[in-house]
């Protein structure tokens, strides 16, 4: 079975430092393209970072320049360096990958999801 788990999640104040893991379970993510998605309070969701093969990354503009996403292989996870963390980023955080086994459709999109991990940043 194919899964994704998120972990990391926490409570913070504002300011602070968190790191996500998302470790993938029976398969690698070589070749995938990574994704770290938040689903606001509001439920909105929104592409926060993604990282493709291990290589080129991206970053929604709300989080360039606090948060770093980055690839381990060895240990087959993802992690989401989150600093200067500000209570609009308090969200359910989700790591996906568009693995071609386990999709469901999720914030729109077709992708193999973990199940999620809370953060909460509070002023």
């Known amino acids: 079975e194919v899964q994704l788990v998120e972990s990391g999640g926490n409570s913070v104040q504002a300011g602070g430092s968190l790191r996500l893991s998302c470790t993938a379970s029976?398969?690698?993510?070589?070749?995938?393209?990574v994704y770290w998605f938040r689903r606001t309070p509001g439920n909105e969701c929104e592409i926060v970072s993604s990282i493709k093969s291990g290589g080129p990354t991206s970053y929604a503009d709300s989080v360039k320049g606090r948060f770093t996403i980055s690839q381990d292989n060895t240990k087959n996870t993802v992690y989401l360096q989150m600093d200067r963390l500000k209570p609009e980023d308090t969200a359910v955080y989700y790591c996906?990958?568009?693995?071609?086994?386990?999709?469901?459709?999720?914030?729109?999109?077709?992708?193999?999801w973990g199940q999620g991990t809370q953060v909460t940043v509070s002023s």
């Open positions: 996906a990958a568009d693995y071609f086994e386990g999709l469901t459709l999720f914030c729109g999109t077709w992708y193999l």
């Open positions: 029976g398969f690698t993510f070589d070749g995938s393209a």
